[in-house]
């Protein structure tokens, strides 16, 4: 049927309007996405560009060379070895347990470690390198480089680790270093992003902790292309770090070297110091350890070693230990009594062997008494009834300002770990720390270094040091940090007159040189190195017995501080022995061969030094201590 032409015209204007508005709307999407188009593809090219050279260039960070460790003579302390290490990128590895898997088919990585390395990689942001091995050799390196194409986000590398080349001999001294743990993040409040680097090391304990900032240096970064699988193509750019600075200490090697040697496998300190300039030219604390194996990661068994021994090979006995100094502290008594006015040095007192006080008897060391001794003879027989007299005149108050004017009961400023401070007791003292008042007996005990009175070897030599100036030196342990130098400090003087002084030193010498001395075995006959010094024996419990019939740990402490030449001093020196007896016959010899050595910077002590009679005994202790004397050594001026 034939539609009329009407009706035919009204549906063309209809397919003509809808074909328009059809047509608009296409008009206006094409014009909207070319709108968009020329907006993404001009107005954010730069945006754009941005996106994709990130997503095909990756910017890592460079750890620095941290800052090397010298002895005053420029002996490498602290240095930085090659290490071949294997890290894995979590974002570019795929499978991240295939990939493992594959690796530790090629370079060997234990169970242990390949777990820790997992929960590292877990942990760890995707985009972060994280060490899986290091420590490889050339070899295992070349292997996993070969296999590259099956390895995707794993990259073998060269870095630096820390290696200590005089092992044991610096270890309480520099300390260690090791891997950035989340407790070392805590504590500082805005951390660098190189401490976040898996793997960076940084100081823990000793010299590499308290100098950290000056050791650590400043990160570089270095910019590498990477193609769709994650695999590094070509490093575009490298921006070195700032390496740390280097620090020279004022510690001689081969003197700290004899002075771990002859403490042996005792439980025992020495500190070597110039009396002139308050350099400590050795601080070592015995049994001693490897600072090597806490770098590289200490196994469970070596660390259970260290821990488990009673000898606290992990102490740093030189200033953590804290002792009473037994009748080293008897010159601290003396010019106490001798300053205050309340005894001349030709006076005498009588000692029977024993001073009573109330219903209580003080004994002396020597039972049957010392007679009527005066000053010079009360330091060479160390007779202790003479200082019981002394304290009950002079009462604690002024022992306890004597004691802190030579350094005792301070915490003396050093960067080294945990620095005692020790006690000089104060009847206030002991109101506050045992809720008590002081007692005359208190007195009486600390007169002779017992009781309350804690101190540290390296407060002993301090206190020799002085007693041997008559200056406030305080003591020096950075020569220099990146070539600068460190002042040398000194509290002026001590304010003692030089007759009283006097006095002290040739009762000391006494000790050392005039027969009856307690230390008269152990003098030097070498006319220009005579030694002056003082004995002591310190108690560590309070029922008197004999050393050899009670366990080693509850033996007495053996003591001896010493300072030398006798008529122009260089050198102060102190010695512990833990549990060792008596100072005299332990400790003194000890003392006099390490005086000896620092007197000849750092060389075996001269035989023609000791009584004829010792000699040969001499001779052979010489030959059988371990004594390291490495070669080479270069100043830290003179570096590349």
Request: hydrophobic content about 40%.
């Amino acid at each position: 049927m034939r539609r009329p032409p009407r009706d035919t015209e009204e549906s063309a204007r209809r397919i003509t309007r809808r074909s328009l508005l059809a047509g608009a709307g296409m008009l206006g999407f094409m014009a909207v996405l070319g709108g968009r188009m020329r907006h993404m593809q001009v107005d954010q090219a730069d945006a754009f560009r941005l996106l994709a050279e990130e997503n095909r260039i990756n910017i890592r960070l460079l750890p620095p060379a941290r800052g090397l460790i010298f002895d005053r003579g420029g002996a490498l302390i602290a240095g930085n070895a090659q290490n071949y290490r294997v890290v894995v990128v979590r974002e570019d590895a795929g499978e991240i347990e295939e990939t493992m898997a594959r690796l530790r088919a090629l370079v060997p990585i234990s169970d242990e470690n390949s777990e820790r390395a997992m929960k590292e990689i877990m942990r760890r942001s995707p985009f972060v390198p994280v060490t899986v091995a290091d420590q490889l050799d050339w070899a295992d390196v070349s292997e996993v480089a070969v296999n590259a194409p099956a390895l995707p986000g794993v990259t073998p590398e060269v870095g630096l680790t820390r290696h200590y080349p005089l092992g044991s001999d610096f270890a309480h001294i520099v300390g260690y270093v090791g891997p950035v743990s989340d407790y070392d993040l805590s504590k500082i409040e805005d951390p660098e992003p190189v401490l976040q680097i898996p793997g960076f090391q940084i100081g823990k304990v000793g010299l590499e902790a308290k100098l950290e900032d000056d050791l650590r240096g400043e990160a570089g970064t270095k910019r590498i292309e990477v193609n769709a699988g994650g695999r590094v193509m070509r490093e575009l750019s490298r921006q070195e770090g700032i390496a740390g600075g280097d620090v020279q200490l004022t510690i001689d090697h081969r003197l700290q070297n004899f002075t771990q040697a002859r403490l042996g496998a005792e439980s025992a300190a020495s500190v070597v110091m110039d009396v002139r300039t308050g350099d400590l030219l050795a601080m070592a604390s015995a049994p001693s350890f490897d600072p090597n194996k806490f770098v590289r990661g200490i196994s469970v068994a070596d660390y259970a070693m260290l821990t488990e021994n009673d000898h606290r090979p992990l102490a740093n006995k030189t200033v953590q230990g804290l002792y009473p100094p037994g009748s080293t502290f008897k010159m601290v008594t003396a010019l106490a009594a001798l300053e205050a006015g309340v005894v001349t040095a030709g006076e005498t007192i009588y000692c029977p062997g024993y001073k009573e006080l109330g219903q209580r008897r003080f004994h002396c060391w020597k039972r049957g008494g010392h007679g009527w001794t005066d000053l010079h003879g009360s330091l060479k027989g160390s007779c202790d009834v003479y200082y019981y007299e002394l304290a009950e005149r002079v009462g604690i108050e002024n022992i306890s300002a004597m004691a802190r004017k030579l350094g005792i009961g301070i915490r003396h400023d050093l960067p080294m770990s945990a620095v005692a401070e020790g006690i000089a007791p104060t009847k206030q003292y002991k109101r506050e720390r045992h809720g008590q008042e002081w007692l005359v007996g208190d007195s009486l005990n600390a007169s002779i270094g017992q009781g309350y009175v804690l101190a540290s070897p390296l407060q002993l030599a301090v206190m020799a040091a002085r007693l041997a100036t008559g200056e406030g030196i305080k003591p020096r342990l950075v020569k220099s940090v990146n070539g600068v130098e460190q002042p040398v400090e000194t509290e002026g003087p001590l304010g003692l007159g030089p007759t009283t002084l006097q006095q002290i030193r040739s009762g000391m010498y006494g000790v050392m040189n005039e027969r009856g001395g307690t230390a008269y075995r152990s003098r030097i006959v070498a006319d220009d190195m005579q030694l002056c010094g003082k004995t002591g024996t310190s108690q560590v419990r309070s029922v008197v017995v004999r050393n050899a019939d009670v366990p080693w740990e509850e033996r007495d402490h053996a003591l001896f501080v010493c300072f030398a030449p006798a008529d122009n001093p260089r050198i102060a020196v102190s010695v512990i022995v833990e549990h060792g007896g008596g100072g005299s016959a332990v400790a003194a010899p000890v003392a006099r061969d390490i005086m000896l050595s620092a007197l000849h910077d750092g060389a075996i002590p001269p035989l023609d030094a000791y009584p004829s009679s010792q000699r040969r005994q001499q001779e052979d202790l010489f030959s059988s201590l371990l004594i390291r004397r490495p070669d080479g050594a270069t100043p830290p001026s003179e570096k590349a």
